[in-house]
């Protein structure tokens, strides 16, 4: 901790831990006769903070496709190079993508939906991505890519038909990203399949984008952001399941206020029987 002082790194945050079992694409089920030719086709992106940090998230993302009769494949693991993008580091953010293309650009010209989980991650490949890498087959990947909760209002029929826990109250928190490239109506619509009653927590940015929140210098702004309308809303709803699908939004609800959040995956994961 001093070490990390001395980088710039907030004394007061506690970092992500890194998992002991991460996730590996060898878990993906491997699919029988019973599940029919006209199931839906997923390849399930599952992003470094997922694998690494939180493999419950794309574990319980496996869990809530199949049973909605999804064909289910995870790819070779593909960083999206976001973390390089936030910091500017193109060339390197460039060597990254030229491989995810390489690997999900078949997937994608067959039809098959790319599911992330993640919002920065999974919406990198919508945005940046084509940029970086300007060919016919990246812009198949781009078009291809949907975040989890799209994925769900796509197919809430499907969802809708599952058997689920008794109704409860949901608070959700969206993501900055998911705001501006996606839209919550996708979440409201995926949770509430799953007999969820959604609200929102009606705040901005969590505070913590990234690396912004951990910096020894942004850390009582980052601190303020939270409390101005997140923490709050958070703490006035205890009987609640909080929600959030970005991992820095997760981490900064559990910092302000004690609580876990759930990513959407988890939520309904845990719902069903």
Known sequence: RATLAALGVSRERALPAFATKPFSEKEAPRLGPEVGEDAPRVALFADTFGRFQEPSIPRAALAVLTAAGARVEVPAYRCCGRTYLSKGYLPQATRLAHRLVETYAPLARQGVAIVGLEPSCILTLRDEIPRLVQTEDARAVAAA??????????????????????????L???????????????????????????????????????????????YDVSMAIAEDRLAPAVRAAPQAVVVAAGTSCREQIEHTTGRRALHPAEALAARLR
Do not use: I, N
Not at 188 to 209: I, Q, R, W
């Open 172 to 218: 959700v928190h969206g993501h900055c990203h998911q705001k501006a490239l996606s839209t919550m109506a996708a979440s409201h619509a995926c949770l509430g399949a799953a007999g969820l009653a959604v609200s929102e927590t009606k705040a901005g940015c969590c505070g913590v984008a990234g690396a912004f929140g951990y910096e020894a210098e942004h």
């Open 145 to 170: 890519a949907v975040t989890f909760e799209e994925w769900c209002e796509t197919h809430a029929d499907r969802l809708a038909a599952l058997d689920w826990a008794a109704p409860a109250d949901a």
